[in-house]
């Protein structure tokens, strides 16, 4: 976040996905290697300010992520990570992703003093 000198404090998060991965039966591993392997391909993504691959059960897995505006969003989606899930979604999951454009109300990351 970041102050404007007037004590408001202006958002640098405004925006989300929020993605929901289904493994087929005997990939769940190779869904969480994936995912696993990803973060390092969204660390060079500069409008990316929050990532995280989640484990709901078994074969249920996700994706959670913020940005600062839609064009870090849309510049994510068609970044690596979304061009991989194209290319492996057949091959890993059960059922297309099921991806979510959501607004970030707010929000608490490390540093964040205000």
């Not at 007037?6 to 995912?35: H, N, Q, R, Y």
């Not at 990316?48 to 249920?60: C, G, I, P």
């Not at 099921?98 to 205000?114: E, F, R, T």
Request: proline letters at 4%; a negative charge.
């Amino acid at each position: 976040m970041e102050s404007t000198g007037s004590g408001w404090v202006s958002s640098m998060i405004e925006v989300a996905l929020s993605v929901t991965l289904k493994a087929k039966p005997g990939k769940e591993k190779d869904v969480a290697d994936f995912l696993r392997s990803a973060r390092s391909v969204v660390e060079q993504e500069l409008g990316t300010r929050a990532w995280f691959a989640l484990q709901f059960d078994e074969s249920t897995f996700g994706v959670f992520d913020v940005f600062p505006d839609d064009e870090a969003r849309q510049a994510h989606l068609a970044g690596g990570v979304g061009q991989a899930l194209a290319a492996h979604g057949a091959e890993l999951f059960s059922v297309e992703p099921n991806i979510q454009s959501v607004d970030v109300l707010a929000y608490k990351l490390p540093g964040d003093d205000a």
